[in-house]
Each structure stands twice: as C-alpha cells, then as structure tokens.
C-alpha cells in the first residue's frame, strides 16, 4: 500500500507570518504530485501538479517544490493572510496508475488575523 | 459553466436500500473519478474512469459500481447501503489521467442508518 504523508497535521500562524509544510511519498515510480487547497465546506481547487525533480511552481505567495529523488515536496506560503486558512492536501501519482491518485491526509492551517 | 455538478447534495439511506449518486461535467474532460472523504483519512479513491468507455477500480472499491454513462456523466451506485459508508463523496473530473489537474464536484453528503 502507498504511503502519502503531509506533516504537520495542523499549523496556526499570525497574520504575515511565512510557513511551510511537507509532503512525503514513495520515491521509486514517481509520475506525478499534486498539491489542492480545500477550504471547508467548498470542494478542493488545485494549486499545482509537479512532474519533474527540482520543480518549483509559484501562484502569488504559494510556492512548491520537488525532490522525486527523496520523495518529498514542500509547500511555502509567504506572508500568510487569514483567507489562507484551509487544508492543504498533496497527491501522489505513480507511473502506469492512470490517474490513480493517493492522496496525503492534509496540514490544516489557520492564520489569526 | 458550472463545472463539475453533483446530485443530490444530501441523502439519508437506511441499511440495505440502494442509490445512485450523479455526476456530470461541462469542460469536456475525458477522465472522471468518485472519492470518497472520512473523518481523519485523505480522500480515497474508490473508481476511475481514465476515458470513456473505461471503468477501474481505485483504492476502496468494494461495496459500489459505476457507470460512465457518457463523456459527461459517471454515476456511482451503492447496491445495498451500509453504515460504514456513511461519507462524503466528492466527484472529480481531468482533461485526461496524464498529469493534469483534476476538478471537483461540490460534494455529497451521505448518512446510511
């Protein structure tokens, strides 16, 4: 069974603090991962899908890295503000799962204005 | 475009009864998967459908059938409710499997007595 970590499970920050968490998967058939944001009550809304070692990926003060080699990723918010509460989620695409994808258990964050 | 649609949004089942829960999408994507989320787990995947015409099964099958209806609609059915799958199912749709993003529906929330 694949095994798709997200540490630390919850994070609580202050308005314009930077932060960031980890995402921990197999390194060996690495194809794809994908990081969601999920506000509660709404549905996850992607940020990014990453496919290659030593991807970054940025959207405004959200960026993303990846080490495939390892097996990890890390997601940075940079100046988190109080509608950055959500949880974060990462997926883990292996090769030849066609869209199979495992996803972590998510670091819920909560920045207080 | 209303993106990916999902009916009903809550339903309560007693033990043994059957239902069907729909979903469509209007971005012409040819992948579509059914999730389910529980409290303290990720989301898990219970079947995929990478293309029209195709069914798999994903991490948690047991228990459900689906249908990819056409390009638009895959539905998931539960033969005969049971307790422990009282969830939330979230229906999500891809341009395709191969590293793209995938879009979800608003979710739907199901109490089995």
């Known amino acids: ?113 | 475009n209303a993106g990916v649609t999902q009916t009903p949004k809550f339903q309560v089942l007693k033990t043994g009864q059957s239902m069907t829960l729909q979903c469509a999408q209007d971005m012409n994507h040819n992948s579509m998967y059914w999730y389910r989320q529980d409290p303290g787990m990720g989301l898990r995947l219970i079947y995929y459908s990478a293309s029209e015409g195709t069914t798999d099964k994903g991490e948690v099958p047991n228990g459900y059938n689906v249908s990819r209806l056409n390009k638009r609609e895959f539905s998931l059915r539960l033969e005969s409710a049971a307790p422990s799958q009282t969830s939330v199912y979230f229906c999500a749709s891809s341009e395709d499997w191969d590293r793209k993003t995938q879009y979800f529906g608003p979710g739907t929330r199901l109490l089995v007595l």
Not at chain 1, 16 to 38: I, V
Not at chain 1, 79 to 107: H, R, V, W
Request: include cysteine; charge should be neutral; hydrophobic fraction near 30%.
């Open chain 1, 1 to 113: 069974i694949l095994n798709v970590e997200q540490s630390p499970q919850s994070l609580h920050v202050q308005e314009g603090d930077s932060t960031n968490f980890t995402c921990s998967f197999p390194s060996s058939n690495f194809y794809a991962l994908h990081w969601y944001r999920w506000e509660t009550a709404k549905s996850p809304e992607a940020l990014f899908v990453m496919t290659l070692n030593g991807d970054e990926k940025k959207k405004g003060r959200i960026s993303a890295t990846l080490n495939t080699k390892e097996g990890y990723s890390y997601l940075y918010i940079k100046g988190s503000q109080p509608e950055d509460s959500a949880t974060y989620l990462c997926a883990f695409m292996g090769g030849g799962s066609q869209g199979n994808l495992i996803f972590g258990k998510g670091t819920k964050l909560s920045v207080k204005p």
